[in-house]
């Protein structure tokens, strides 16, 4: 009796131990997530931002406003694909806030 007792303190001392090991992993997966965030979103702003700016001056050339509108166009894609990646990790993460001002 005393030994089936040693075999399952051990046995909970190794799950605890494990446990507490992935504990440890998915915050740090977690704080990965969170801070990856601003760095996938920051370059389509200031490349959309870039983009309008560089619009604005252009006066009477077609073939540059076409490549321009669709520039924008596919920054606008990529900005929906993050934003909707952002969402499901936020889900999976369990914060909001980050996810919230969608343009």
Do not use: C, W
């Not at 090991?21 to 870039?50: C, D, M, V, W």
């Amino acid at each position: 009796m005393a030994e089936q007792t040693q075999e399952i303190r051990k046995a909970y001392e190794v799950e605890k131990e494990a446990r507490k090991g992935l504990e440890e992993l998915n915050k740090a997966k977690n704080e990965f997530i969170l801070a990856s965030q601003h760095n996938l979103r920051t370059p389509i702003t200031i490349a959309k931002g870039y983009v309008e700016e560089t619009g604005l001056s252009l006066k009477g050339n077609d073939t540059a406003r076409e490549y321009l509108d669709k520039t924008t166009g596919v920054l606008e894609t990529l900005a929906k694909l993050v934003n909707g990646l952002i969402d499901v990790t936020d889900l999976k993460v369990g914060k909001e806030g980050f996810s919230k001002n969608k343009k």
